[in-house]
């Protein structure tokens, strides 16, 4: 069973960055798509960005620009670089993943993460 464990949410000030990482301890990752995701309280869980095994990726339109997503395949790693955070970016950001080679629907990822708290605010 694929286990995605999320690192690097914290408080920041609007305007900040802050890179949120995404691994997984016994499988690689090097041949799924892996996604974010975020929800806000009261919200429903919004995509973020997304990164094929060959490195494409797709953003939200809201966070094009300001967001990036980038793979580490030697230490199978996912990051989700943020810059220029506003507070309307905050949430509690998932890690999720399927084993496919294109960025999949929203409501086709397998496997999700427990998820990492992002707050802005000053």
């Known amino acids: 069973q694929l286990q995605l464990v999320e690192s690097g949410g914290g408080l920041v000030q609007p305007g900040m960055s802050l890179t949120l990482s995404c691994t997984a301890s016994e499988f690689p990752l090097d041949e799924y798509a892996i996604g974010w995701f975020r929800q806000a309280p009261g919200n429903d869980r919004e995509f973020v960005s997304c990164i094929t095994w060959d490195g494409m990726t797709k953003h939200r339109e809201s966070v094009k620009g300001r967001f990036a997503i980038s793979r580490d395949n030697a230490v199978n790693a996912i990051y989700l670089h943020m810059r220029r955070l506003k507070p309307e970016d905050a949430g509690t950001y998932y890690c999720?993943?399927?084993?496919?080679?294109?960025?999949?629907?929203?409501?086709?990822?397998?496997?999700w993460g427990q998820g990492t708290q992002v707050i802005v605010s000053s």
């Open positions: 999720t993943a399927r084993h496919i080679r294109y960025c999949p629907n929203d409501n086709e990822y397998s496997h």
